[in-house]
């Protein structure tokens, strides 16, 4: 049965006969409608939907295009949208295909479908368009009723050199927002190759860690748009700051009667598998608080140099996410009267990690003899997420030493996965 959300939206008009056929897209769950076109609705509101102007009457809303490859989707590019929404009432996101990134820049990590679902679940994003092109023409802008592109404030090229927002930038039809400093695709796969703890702790100097050594050529075939001004990747100097907390944070609060559903986790290299447990742990209820443990439980459960993203980079990824309404930043493995109680009166909580903490006591025995455990999404996690993390690596032409470290990294990881089954 369709969703009251799919059931009020209509599809784009076909695609232009002279337009590139759109990729398929898997089926996605609810609250996404895939229109005719191949564009994902993930929010419900469409370019062409008048909003309610500062003088109270209708206006065409402002609508913006963004585009890009996506991968392995950190808070870098969650908060590139979210400026660009600040300058927007309806925010399109065009995602390259793989074989456009392919011939532009080398293979992606994250397939396309997951990329352009980790596009849609971010909570700024009105619309995706699936396999948008590399060189963003006036063409796909009037297309999708956007009155200009957003970017970075670095410049995107195609394999041959040209300037990727050339025609947009004629037209004038181009405006910048701040580039997030510390993040990066390359970054991520770097903490995952070198096995470098260094994004855990606070750093005295650049010069002591092993990233440091690590020459960009060395992950060049990765999608990852490592600088060639910069012969070595750099590492994690994310800096948290209450302020990128609270832009992040939606601050709403439940509503009486709201049915509150707890879900925990350590959400590193926020993906898929984390999305979809988020959905489904929305689905439960209405308001979501989702607790994300510190680095020090995370590496005790895990082990190796997990979590490959610090506490405070894997809580923005979590709170950019449209399913999430709250997040308790460092909650505690087990699921106690403080995280049920002191926030809001929890009514749900999901059973989404192992039920042995590592002193072999269950997490989760206070919800569950307060009845209100919910153990069915647990086995649809597993699979996904366990698969995801341990995927990267595998699919890549690494040089020997690394695929070395890689290997252990996994052998690691599925040891602790098995562990806590
Ligand atoms: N972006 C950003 N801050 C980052 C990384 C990306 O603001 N740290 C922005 C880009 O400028 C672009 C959008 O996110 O507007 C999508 O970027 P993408 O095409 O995925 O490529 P990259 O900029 O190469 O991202 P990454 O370095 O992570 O691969």
Redesign the pocket.
Known sequence: MATKQQQQLTPFPATAASAPAPAPVAALPPPYMVAEDGAIYASGRKPTDLVTGPDGKLRKPVVVW???????M?Y??A???R?AKAMADILVVGV?SDAEILVN?GPTVMKEQERYAAVAACKWVDVVVPDAPYFTTLHVLDKFHCDFC?????I?TLADGTDCYQEVKDANRYRE????????????VGRMLLMTKDHHKRRSSLAQSPITHFKSEELEGF???ASKSAPYTTISHFLPTSRRIVQFSEGREPMPGDKVVYVDGDFDLFHVGHIELLRAAKAQGDYLLVGVHDDQTVNAIKGSNFPLMNLHERVLSVLACRFVDEVVIGAPFKVTKEVLEKVYKVDVVVVAKPEHDIDGADPYALPRAMGIAQRKLYEERKSACCAKETQIADEFDLPESHKAAAQAAKAEALKAANGHK
Do not use: I, Y
Request: proline share 0%; net charge negative; with cysteine.
């Open positions: 963004v585009d890009g490859c996506f991968d392995m950190h870098g590019h908060n590139a949208l400026q390259h820049k957003v970017h970075g404030d670095d995107t927002c701040k580039r997030t400093q510390g993040v990066s695709t390359t970054e991520l999608s990852s748009g």
